[in-house]
């Protein structure tokens, strides 16, 4: 069935440095490629998306690439600062007909002072 | 702007007592959409509405139901609480279903199920 595996699980990096999520999906089809942000007791956010007729988004210091070949996206965060600190998440949608979401498992950043 | 709310925030049950989660969006939104968070699964979807009065199943609905009377009102029910049901449950709608609509979550409900 449809997929969508994210890797690392924990990542911690030093304030300033950059930080990389990965995310690989399994359908074909899907054609938009969210990411949400969670902080700690609190629901997931929007923090940005990326849609499969293009490469590449960039917003301020946040950045996702999409490789449709691979069926790959990632998620780019540069000059890291605490309040980066979160979990994140990757989602996969085909977008016809359907009205479903395939979450990844998320990933734990921490952005040490 | 209180966007979407639910309630309550925490609950512990017993085994076999019965809940409902209500979750109530002021956006009208005609999507709507039941998850549930546990540790190293990300969020699964257990059920969803795509607008008044329609209901759908997940990838995981077994245990639960659901209902839309109301387009602004989205209800969880559990009939027989299991131990397995224990996690935090997320509310969001959305104006777009899949494929480009965002996703506004709730603050989460945490059910404990002793």
């Known amino acids: 069935g449809e997929n969508v595996e994210q890797h690392p699980s924990t990542l911690s990096v030093q304030e300033g440095d950059s930080a990389v999520i990965k995310c690989t999906y399994s359908d074909s089809a899907s054609n938009y490629f969210p990411w949400y942000k969670q902080e700690l007791g609190k629901g997931p956010q929007l923090i940005i998306d990326i849609r499969s007729n293009v490469g590449e988004k960039k917003d301020q210091r946040i950045a996702v690439t999409l490789n449709k070949t691979a069926k790959h996206f990632s998620l780019h965060i540069t000059e890291t600062q605490p309040e980066d600190s979160a979990v994140y998440f990757c989602?996969?949608?085909?977008?016809?007909?359907?009205?479903?979401?395939?979450f990844g498992t998320g990933t734990r950043l921490k952005v040490l002072a | 702007n209180a966007g979407v709310t639910q309630t309550p925030k925490f609950r512990v049950l017993k085994t076999g007592q019965s809940m409902t989660l209500l979750c109530a969006q002021d956006?009208?939104?005609?999507?709507m959409y039941w998850y549930r968070q546990d540790p190293g699964m990300g969020l699964r979807l257990i059920h969803y509405s795509v607008g008044e009065g329609t209901t759908a199943k997940g990838e995981v609905p077994d245990g639960y139901n659901v209902s839309r009377l109301k387009k602004q009102n989205f209800l969880l029910g559990l009939e027989s609480a299991a131990p397995s049901q224990t996690s935090v449950y997320f509310c969001?709608?959305?104006?777009?279903?899949?494929?480009?609509?965002?996703?506004?979550f709730g603050e989460g409900s945490r059910l404990t199920v002793l």
């Open positions: 969001a709608s959305s104006y777009r279903g899949g494929g480009g609509g965002e996703l506004f």
């Open positions: 989602a996969a949608s085909s977008g016809s007909g359907t009205y479903k979401y395939i």
């Open positions: 956006m009208n939104h005609e999507y």
